[in-house]
């Protein structure tokens, strides 16, 4: 990886962290589209992983008091096996589906924040078997390109407060990733050099929502939602038109 890229994607993994820690969402499709204006989507996907690996490595340490287990681990029979199905599909599938998949996924993602899904009233209406089909499509879309989408939904619909649907959302990714990184290096979108290579970017995330949680209380949380919000449109114009 060429240096001048490798600095681009440090400062821009620092104030996505920034804008992440503060509006608290929409890291994901950014990274993914920061790589991919030097790499094949499916390559930027697979170094984005490594990404979000090292995020919510961090955030285990922060949240890992406020996890629902009874849920994860439901989730976790469908959605593990469901991660390496959708694994299998991104290697086989072309690079514009995938491009549209992210266009999609970034469309959702924009309604849903101008008009915000409603949670249940009570954790016990989200029912065992609705559960297990909702990791069931979580690991699917995950494994294929990104199922962060999903797993707002999921969590929301569970009812969890806000630092549970933290705790709970990272052991979901950790579970995910155990898959994914493998899968990628099998296929050869990943190596073990360039896991190594953006390990310092670790770092640069933890300083950036560092940051950020120290500019929350001076910054106004909305204004940093539309900016990420703007961004994402962007992003979905890039999938769709270019």
Not at 65 to 90: H, N
Not at 192 to 220: C, D, M, Q, T
Request: glycine share 8%; with cysteine.
């Amino acid at each position: 990886m060429p240096i001048e890229i490798y600095v681009i994607i440090a400062v821009v993994v620092f104030f996505t962290a920034i804008m992440s820690s503060i509006a608290g969402f929409g890291s994901g499709i950014i990274i993914i589209m920061l790589f991919s204006f030097f790499y094949d989507i499916k390559i930027a996907i697979g170094l984005a992983s490594v990404i979000f690996l090292f995020t919510n490595i961090n955030k285990i340490l922060l949240f890992y008091k406020t996890v629902d287990w009874d849920f994860v681990k439901i989730m976790y029979i469908t959605m593990l096996p469901a991660c390496g199905l959708g694994v299998y599909f991104f290697d086989v599938v072309s690079t514009e589906f995938i491009k549209y998949f992210l266009a999609s996924f970034g469309i959702f993602m924009i309604i849903d924040h101008i008009f915000p899904f409603r949670k249940s009233k009570t954790i016990e209406k989200f029912t065992k078997p609705k559960i297990l089909m909702g990791g069931f499509f979580m690991g699917l879309f995950s494994g294929l390109a990104s199922g962060g989408f999903t797993k707002t939904f999921l969590l929301q619909a569970r009812g969890l407060s806000k630092e549970m649907m933290v705790g709970t959302g990272v052991i979901l990714t950790i579970g995910i990733n155990i898959i994914k990184l493998p899968a990628y290096m099998y296929y050869d979108y990943l190596h073990v050099n360039e896991i190594f290579l953006l390990a310092p970017l670790y770092f640069v995330n933890l300083a950036g929502s560092f940051l950020g949680k120290k500019l929350l209380k001076n910054i106004s949380k909305k204004l940093f939602e539309n900016i990420i919000l703007v961004i994402i449109f962007c992003t979905v114009v890039k999938y769709l038109f270019y």
